[in-house]
């Protein structure tokens, strides 16, 4: 290999003629900035332009030494001598200073923080379901836990050690990580703490399932169980069958956003999951289950859907193994499959994202044969009997 050096000055620049006959320029600035280390370029210029910055860089570093004072310059010498045995370096000894010293914002508790973090999202209108799993999460499992201790004094290893130990399936695990980090990072915003110490830990990953359905069969036994007697749970049950609304919309729905002239129900964004009114049309086979049972005013469900009723119901149906968000699960896989339009499904159920992910998510869940028998599902004559109209 031959070289040829430019002028000496610093750093230096050298012309390499490599094996292959190609040329590259390597800038040495030797050991004066501290860690030995070159830089290789394609053009001198690109190598020339590099040269200049380590100049600018070693002239601020000089000024920057220069501007300390004698104490100064000398309390960085005995820190060095103090901290070569162990093998760190000033600014890793500050970093960790930083994260243990006391706070600006003063010393709390982790039940401490877990109060202002709740009462920080409720002035700042998050429903009253998310508040309650915040307070289940935090202000149970994970103050019960760490409650009386400073939230600025715990640290990554402490949380991981935790969280390994607990019999969580990966999805709680993700969970549980995702509202403990939102917790610190209230903390380090108020000024309790200087850093997230979640930030430390690795992610869990969680490998999403398709959605469960019911089958055509399990959808009709469930409604004709729910038809008996008073039919209390009978409404929602089918529109989460036939509309795909989700819990917690079925659990504020009132009577007077189901249009049966119109054949549309109203989902009004105070109680929608994206705060975002929607309109969804009424298929003939819902309204063949909602006309005998319709009120013109009241709530639309006794209890949340999700509750012991709904379990009972379930049972009795012979549903040993419920899915999650069975209902609305159940509606998008099977009007995706009998309609075909995307777009419109999606738009029913609320969602916003594209809908490349909704047809992924749901594109053959079902056969188009089921479908069709699925929307077939009508209350016969004898179910029919048993369905009490509800006093208006």
């Known amino acids: 290999m031959k070289a040829s050096k430019s002028p000496k000055t610093w750093p230096t620049i050298r012309k390499r003629i490599n094996g292959a006959g190609t040329v590259s320029w390597c800038v040495d600035p030797g050991k004066r900035l501290g860690k030995r280390e070159r830089f290789f370029f394609l053009s001198e210029a690109e190598a020339k332009t590099k040269a200049q910055a380590l100049r600018v860089r070693l002239a601020n570093e000089g000024k920057s030494s220069a501007a300390l004072s004698d ?26 200073y930083l ?21 920080a999202k409720r002035n700042a209108g998050r429903k009253e379901n998310y508040l309650s799993v915040q307070n289940y999460v935090l202000g149970n499992v994970f103050a019960g836990e760490f409650g009386e ?14 969280m390994d ?34 930030a430390q830990i690795e992610k869990p990953s969680v490998t999403e399932t398709s959605p469960g359905v019911l089958t055509v069969a399990q959808a009709s036994a469930l409604l004709n169980v729910c038809a008996e007697g008073e039919a209390e749970m009978l409404p929602a049950v089918a529109i989460g069958l036939f509309a795909g609304l989700r819990t917690e919309e079925l659990d504020g729905l009132e009577w007077r956003h189901v249009d049966l002239r119109e054949n549309n129900i109203h989902v009004p ?13 009424i298929h ?12 013109r005013e009241g709530k639309l469900a006794p ?25 609305r699960h159940s509606f998008a896989s099977y009007h995706f ?36 028998t699925y929307w077939k599902i009508a209350p016969d004559a004898k179910a029919g009997k048993k369905i009490i109209a509800m006093a208006s």
Request: charged share 30%.
């Open 149 to 162: 201790r400073k939230i600025h004094e715990i640290t990554a290893p402490e949380i991981e050690k935790w």
């Open 269 to 281: 964004p105070e109680i929608a999951k994206t705060r975002e009114g929607r309109d969804v049309e």
């Open 165 to 198: 130990a607990k019999p969580w399936a990966m999805r709680t695990r993700l969970n549980y990580f995702q509202d403990i980090r939102n917790l610190f990072g209230f903390a380090v915003r108020r000024g309790y703490r200087p850093t997230n110490p979640v």
């Open 284 to 295: 003939p086979t819902l309204r063949a289950w909602l006309l005998p049972l319709a009120r």
């Open 71 to 96: 104490r100064e310059r000398d309390d960085a010498a005995e820190c060095f001598r103090r901290l070569r045995p162990l093998g760190v370096g000033i600014i890793e000894a500050v970093e960790f």
């Open 99 to 119: 994260a243990h010293a006391k706070p600006s914002g003063g010393e709390r508790t982790v039940k401490q923080i877990v109060t202002e973090f709740l009462a």
């Open 337 to 372: 499959a009998a309609f075909k339009n995307a777009p419109l499904t999606a738009s029913m159920l609320g969602h916003h994202s594209s809908t490349a992910t909704f047809e992924k998510r749901y594109k053959k869940r079902v056969k188009p044969s089921e479908a069709a």
């Open 303 to 327: 209890a949340k859907c999700y509750d012991w009723r709904l379990a009972q119901k379930a049972v009795a149906a012979g549903i040993t193994d419920w899915p999650k968000n069975a209902l």
